[in-house]
């Protein structure tokens, strides 16, 4: 079948961590909150007296939101969180004086050490030049991700942002995978037509992009990582097609 699009899953698709644990995951977000506290400090929103109970009331909130966007399929960005747990601590009248753009930074200080673990994988690049010289074929990037910016700064970094019709964030377009919506909200920005969807080829390592991608029409490839983290959800399809490295995505679309 002539191959019009490929949209790739970014966490542990086309990036991953070194050595990866869930407990390296708690370390960089522990980091990248006292960064943001520290930066509430120096600004002299919080005082020294409620540091400590409103780290503890960031890091409960943070993962009862992640509960509620895995649930609803909505996200909560990032910098929706602070705006909402900060609003617990302080009065409306601070609150109305923060900025977006601040919520922002506060948002890039917690993700911040995130980033800096984040690498490609080996076949990264390769792959998506050879992608490229196909020349006929879209390229997007559809990631689950809180704040929009720490994907972007990572393909920058990596000098990966050129290769990319689209770049798409649940934190960005407010619904998550496996909705069906982000996935033909990512086919529009990359210019093709959800009627072209089966002409479209979703790689991903998870439920979420398995499943959605098939809900929304397109074809689907499993990226089969080696670390399982836990309670991930099976994916329960027969004949499911599978690649173990990045570059053998290019047998299905040559
Ligand atoms: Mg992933």
Not at 216 to 229: H, M, N, S, V, W
Request: proline residues 3%.
């Amino acid at each position: 079948m002539n191959i019009k699009g490929i949209i790739f899953d970014f966490g542990f698709t086309l990036f991953h961590f070194d050595n990866v644990s869930i407990e390296k995951y708690f370390d960089c977000y522990n980091r990248g909150l006292q960064k943001a506290v520290t930066l509430l400090k120096e600004s002299k929103i919080l005082k020294e007296d409620i540091i400590k109970e409103f780290t503890t009331k960031f890091q409960k909130e943070r993962i009862e939101f992640f509960r509620k966007s895995v649930k609803t399929k909505n996200e909560f960005p990032t910098s929706y969180v602070f705006k909402h747990v900060l609003g617990t601590f302080l009065g409306e009248e601070i609150i109305s004086k923060l900025t977006d753009e601040f919520y922002l930074e506060l948002a890039n200080l917690y993700h911040s050490c995130e980033e800096e673990e984040w690498i490609p994988y080996k076949h990264t690049k390769d792959t998506l030049n050879k992608i490229l010289e196909l020349k006929n074929v879209k390229i997007g990037v559809l990631s689950n991700h809180p704040h929009h910016f720490t994907i972007r700064n990572l393909l920058k970094k990596y000098d990966l942002l050129k290769y990319f019709d689209a770049v798409v964030t649940s934190a960005k377009f407010g619904n998550r995978k496996p909705n069906p919506e982000i996935f033909h909200y990512t086919l529009k920005k990359m210019g093709l037509e959800n009627e072209q969807s089966s002409s479209v080829i979703m790689v991903g390592d998870e439920y979420a992009d398995i499943i959605g991608g098939q809900r929304a029409g397109l074809q689907t490839i499993l990226f089969e990582r080696q670390y399982k983290f836990p309670y991930e959800k099976e994916i329960d399809i027969p004949n499911l097609r599978k690649i173990n490295n990045l570059s053998e995505i290019l047998d299905f679309i040559q």
